[in-house]
């Protein structure tokens, strides 16, 4: 062990290389490990087939925190958002619904199908973000702590609930609401349309092996709308060059102060010896000593992989044993010689944000009716989007990229989750058996095609049973119960080991909160 | 006159005016039928079987709640449930070494250390039901300091029990079963009470709230069922001077300038007071007991989003002999569960959300004696309310033959023994008792519709934004399965 580092950090997803790049910006001495040869984890963008760019896993960005964008000065470090212009739903009658960032023409296209629900869907809007601002601190903070009786804790609390109180009662009303609802219930007390409240449930379920019908799914929909409020940029966007052009941007920064970033680099396992992390093992067995050991993997590869049941408690054990993954999204990218074309509308402006194939919230529940009983839906929810368009550098000239993000695909098969990948094209099939019936001619102008299920996101990208969020974020998983009670503030019961990644406060998703909040943690009286 | 008029009554009803009769009021009670007792009033299905009423358990009743009236019921422990749908069962009985006796030994020692950490919880969500929800939108000092005093309770547990519990509470049932058992059936047989008359499966958010409600309110029950309940509320309200009227159908809640000032009966006649008392559901008494003109705004809207999708069937079967469970190795059977497996539950449910009769829909049945042999009463879950293509006597027939279905596999040889049956859908439910929707308890209890959000904001506290107007039915807290609960907290109330 030659060299020693203030900091290791396992994993350069987005949230290992925040973390490095705060922890290097503060002075520290800090390496990342990661193990695939590129950098950004389930933020990446790989040219999977030759001239074609894809954003592999996640495909947009919205709650990338703007005050991280600020302090690691990610602009000049190449970060470059495109915002979606749209939201196109196809139906199966060759109809269709488009809404737009104009809200006089989302209102003319949502009165076709329902005047009133037209007139009621700026209030809609605006209801939401009232909310969603309400619910923002909590992601840009580590989590409360319920039990503590320190006075300081207990005050932020309060102010959390008087936050919650400052309210009208009828705002209250329908706060609480929103916590137990599901997002189609919830979407039912404001609209009649169908065709309006199926792809506007969706957002509710994104991730989660639970239908729109759920309980619990209807706060899910508030993150939608708060990257809406940040006001960095519009709600929803691409990165430029996909991304994995956000990843790489903070690895630039991280650089920049001083990081030192190898990627073809797996951790075998962090090196500990009487409940304390004292650097790591490389696969190809070379050991680097470290005051601080971070891990950006997901808290079951962390904790029972990297570290292993031994070194911990047996109470924290058992409670990241069952804490819940159960994958339940796939993904399918396409190399495409033209344009899907979906009757009815002329042009490529439907197609520069994302299309939602939800037409109907019974069809939604039916495709999760699939996955219950351990099938991909027959008939998935499908969130496609088509970056070459506004960004040309992803594809050649003329072609295009496919980006299709599919829901269901239970990890969990009635097969057994190792049979995968004979199920593969099957479910391959599927999505694209359904585009094609919405877009007749689409399925002849696929020139490549990438699948991905749930199996081949926990073999290629460690993400466990390949839930995209390092574990599901239903509300017994969140605030102080992530990953585990007592342990919600990136702290681990192995001194000196700290989680950053997706499986901590606030969470999964491009937020990078995780990430930071871990490393002001280390710097904050954390002992860096 | 009458300071207070009771508008319906069933058990909420006959409690809250036992309650405002001992604080020294004159109380009225109008009930439409001719029967008082509501769901839970005792009817012949066929001569010499007499059926108790269709809600057909009150083990949740409010017992504590419900002993300042004193009433002349004697308390015994519920008999055990089976758990069997075929010749393979299991018994859950009060006493946990009981149980555990018919449990895998992985399971045994699991179920004793669930049993024990719901009871070390029990008391905390025990007060929850007992007590008047808290006022949150402009909490007063006082309510501050009870609520402050519940969350000490909370303290009191212990952290590492604190923080489990507030997991729990969201959960999916599924989820908190699975980490625990290995029986199907087992599982099924915990979970399937707590799912009653909801709309959901087990692996829905929130149902690990609605198995320690349940759980932690689980009782004792009084000797004779609910009829005996119901009799013992009407002596005592007789003693205490209530007028009782039966066959006195209310039509409209009479408002004066926003203030409920009486009502008015469906032959004409009006009964003035200054407190008028509804013991029918919410949904009911604001949308069609109060003349739209005149309701609040705010209560319309809660009332048209008021979730009441009934979801229950009730068939009640006269049998010539008593049923001979398979799985009951020859002990009697007064409670059964025909539950298998916590699929079995989901796709009930799934059916629920399609409109559709479940296939292989499980039961909740009690037996009870009769003279002429013994009444059979099944509470058949997962009939939709909203059934696609609608409901006609075809339909109701077809719900009568999967429940007989179902119950004969659990009980070979029934269908040789049945003399008659009766058979109440959703939509009978909501005519016969004027429940809206046709939902048992008055409304879902869905997290969201429970405690100060029950049955909104503004109500939920017993009073409502108009004066003079109380609610003290099944859609108040602590809700339909707790009986006693709302009629008196509502009472408490109003002083
Ligand atoms: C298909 C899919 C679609 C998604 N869509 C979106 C979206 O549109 N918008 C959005 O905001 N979010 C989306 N997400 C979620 C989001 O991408 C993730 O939550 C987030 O990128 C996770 O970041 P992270 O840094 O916490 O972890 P990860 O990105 O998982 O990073 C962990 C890193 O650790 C590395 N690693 C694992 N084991 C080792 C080891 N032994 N040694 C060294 N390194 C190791 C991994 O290779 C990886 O690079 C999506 C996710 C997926 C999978
Ligand atoms: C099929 C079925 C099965 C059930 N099973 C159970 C069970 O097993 N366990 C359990 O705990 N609970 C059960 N319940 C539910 C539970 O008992 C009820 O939700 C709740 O307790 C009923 O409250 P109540 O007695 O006040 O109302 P009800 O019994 O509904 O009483 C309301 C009364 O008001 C009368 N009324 C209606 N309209 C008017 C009017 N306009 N004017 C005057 N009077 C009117 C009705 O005739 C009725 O008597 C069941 C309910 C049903 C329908």
Redesign the pocket.
Same mark, same amino acid.
């Given at each position: 062990m030659a060299e020693t580092w203030d900091a290791i950090v396992v994993g350069g997803g987005h949230n290992g290389l925040t973390c490095a790049a705060y922890l290097a910006k503060a002075g520290k001495k800090v390496l990342v490990l990661e193990r695939r040869h590129v950098l950004g984890g389930a933020a990446v963008s790989e040219e999977v087939f030759p001239g074609f760019t894809f954003s592999v896993c996640s495909y947009v960005v919205s709650l990338l925190r703007p005050w991280i964008i600020r302090d690691l000065e990610l602009s000049r470090f190449g970060l470059e958002m495109i915002p979606l212009e749209c939201s196109f739903s196809p139906l199966p009658d060759g109809d269709s619904l488009c809404r737009w960032s104009d809200p006089e023409r989302t209102r003319t296209e949502i009165s076709r199908f329902s005047r009133r629900d037209a007139e009621l869907y700026p209030e809609f809007g605006l209801a939401m973000m009232q909310m969603a601002r309400f619910a923002k601190p909590v992601i840009d903070a580590p989590a409360p702590d319920p039990a503590s009786l320190n006075p300081r804790e207990l005050i932020e609390l309060l102010k959390l609930g008087r936050h919650f109180q400052d309210a009208e009662r009828d705002d209250l009303a329908v706060r609480l609401k929103l916590f137990t609802m599901s997002a189609a219930d919830y979407l039912d007390e404001w609209f009649e349309s169908d065709v309006l409240k199926a792809p506007m449930s969706v957002s509710g379920i994104i991730g989660t092996f639970q239908g729109v019908r759920s309980p619990g799914t209807a706060y899910v929909m508030l993150h939608h709308y708060m990257g809406e409020i940040d006001g960095a940029f519009r709600s929803w966007g691409f990165a430029k060059g996909g991304t994995g052009g956000v990843s790489n941007a903070i690895a630039a920064s991280a650089r920049h102060f001083g990081a030192e970033i190898r990627t073809n680099a797996a951790v075998e396992r962090v090196l500990c010896s009487g409940g304390t992390a004292r650097g790591v093992v490389l696969a190809n067995g070379d050991e680097l000593a470290a005051r601080e050991v971070v891990s950006g993997c997901d808290p079951r590869l962390t904790f029972l992989g990297l570290v292993g049941r031994e070194e911990l408690p047996d109470d924290f054990a058992t409670q990241i044993e069952r804490f819940k993954f159960r994958g339940s999204s796939g993904k399918v990218n396409i190399a495409l010689d033209r344009l899907p074309p979906f009757p009815g509308r002329e042009g490529d402006l439907h197609l520069r944000g994302d299309i939602a194939v939800a037409p109907g919230v019974e069809y939604l529940e039916r495709a999760f009716d699939d996955a219950k009983y351990g099938d991909f839906s027959r008939r998935p929810y499908i969130n496609i989007v088509l970056p070459s368009i506004v960004d040309p550098s992803v594809a050649p000239p003329g072609k295009h990229v496919m980006s299709c993000f599919v829901q269901y695909a239970p990890y969990d098969i009635k097969e057994g989750p190792e049979r995968w990948p004979e199920r593969r094209e099957a479910f391959g099939d599927a999505v694209c058996d359904t585009i094609e019936e919405l877009a007749p001619g689409f399925k002849d102008s696929i020139l490549h095609r990438q699948v991905l299920s749930p199996w081949d996101l926990e073999r290629e990208y460690g993400l466990t049973e390949g839930n995209i969020f390092h574990g599901e974020l239903s509300l017994e998983q969140l605030a102080f119960l992530r990953p585990a009670a007592g342990w919600a503030r990136y702290r681990t019961p192995v001194k000196h080991l700290w989680l950053c990644g997706s499986g901590a406060h606030p969470g999964g998703g491009i937020m990078g909160s995780p990430g930071a909040l871990c490393a002001k943690t280390m710097l904050n009286g954390g002992g860096l | 006159m009458a300071d207070a008029i009771v508008? *319906? *009554?069933? $058990? #909420?009803?006959l409690t809250a005016a036992a309650f405002l009769a001992k604080a020294g009021r004159r109380v009225c009670v $109008? #009930?439409?039928?001719e029967t008082l007792? *509501?769901?839970?009033a005792g009817s012949e299905i066929a001569p010499g079987f007499r059926a108790p009423g269709?809600?057909?358990?009150?083990a949740?009743a409010r017992r504590e709640v419900l002993a300042p009236l004193g009433l002349d019921v004697a308390w015994r422990d519920p008999a055990p449930l089976l758990v069997a749908d075929g010749d393979e069962g299991l018994w859950i009985h009060r006493d946990v070494a009981r149980t555990q006796a018919g449990l895998s030994s992985a399971d045994a020692d699991a179920y004793g250390r669930w049993r024990a950490t719901i009871e070390r919880w029990a008391p905390i969500v025990r007060r929850v039901l007992d007590e008047r929800p808290p006022e949150i939108a402009t909490p007063s000092i006082a309510e501050l300091w009870d609520l402050a005093r519940t969350g000490l309770a909370l303290r009191k547990l212990g952290e590492r029990d604190m923080l489990e519990l507030m997991r729990v509470a969201p959960m999916a049932a599924r989820d908190w079963m699975e980490e625990r058992f290995e029986s199907p059936r087992l599982a099924a047989g915990l979970v399937a009470p707590a799912l009653l008359a909801t709309t959901v499966g087990p692996r829905a958010a929130g149902t690990c709230a609605a198995m320690l409600l349940r759980e932690s309110a689980a009782g004792r029950e009084p000797e004779g069922g609910p009829a005996a309940l119901v009799d013992a509320l009407v002596a005592r309200c007789k003693s205490a001077g209530v007028e009782l009227r039966t066959g006195?159908?209310?039509e409209r809640i009479r408002l004066e300038e926003g203030r409920a000032t009486g009502v008015l009966l469906a032959g004409g006649e009006t009964v003035d007071a200054s407190l008028v008392v509804s013991? $029918?559901d919410f949904a009911?008494t604001m949308l069609d007991?109060i003349d739209s003109v005149a309701l609040p705004l705010e209560l319309e809207q809660a009332a048209k989003a008021w979730k009441r999708r009934g979801a229950?069937a009730?068939v009640r079967l006269a049998l010539s002999e008593p049923p001979a469970f398979a799985a009951a190795g020859g002990e009697p059977v007064e409670r059964a569960c025909t539950a298998r497996d916590l699929v079995q539950l989901e796709r009930a449910a799934d059916a629920l959300k399609y409109g559709d009769l479940p296939e292989d829909p499980w039961l909740d049945a009690r037996v009870f004696p009769a003279e002429k042999g013994a009444v059979v009463s099944l %509470?058949v879950h997962g009939v939709p309310r909203a059934l696609r293509g609608g409901w006609d006597d075809a339909a109701r027939e077809r719900v009568g033959d999967r429940a007989v279905d179902a119950f004969e596999r659990a009980a070979p040889g029934t269908g040789a023994n049945l003399v008659a049956r009766d058979v %109440?859908t959703p939509v009978d439910?909501e005519a016969r @008792?004027? $429940?809206a929707g046709g939902h048992? @308890? *008055?409304g879902e209890l869905g997290l969201d519709q429970l405690w100060f959000q029950r049955p909104c904001l503004p109500c939920g506290r017993y009073a409502t934004p108009i004066e003079g107007l109380w609610l003290a039915?099944?859609s108040s807290h602590p809700g339909?399965?707790y009986?006693g609960g709302a009629g008196a907290l509502a009472a408490a109330a109003i002083g």
């Open positions: - | 508008v *319906g *009554g069933g $058990l #909420e009803g $109008l #009930e439409a039928s007792g *509501g769901v839970h269709v809600a057909h358990d009150v949740g006195a159908a209310v013991a $029918l009911t007991r229950i009730a %509470l %109440l439910v @008792f004027g $429940l048992l @308890f *008055g039915g099944p339909g399965p009986p």
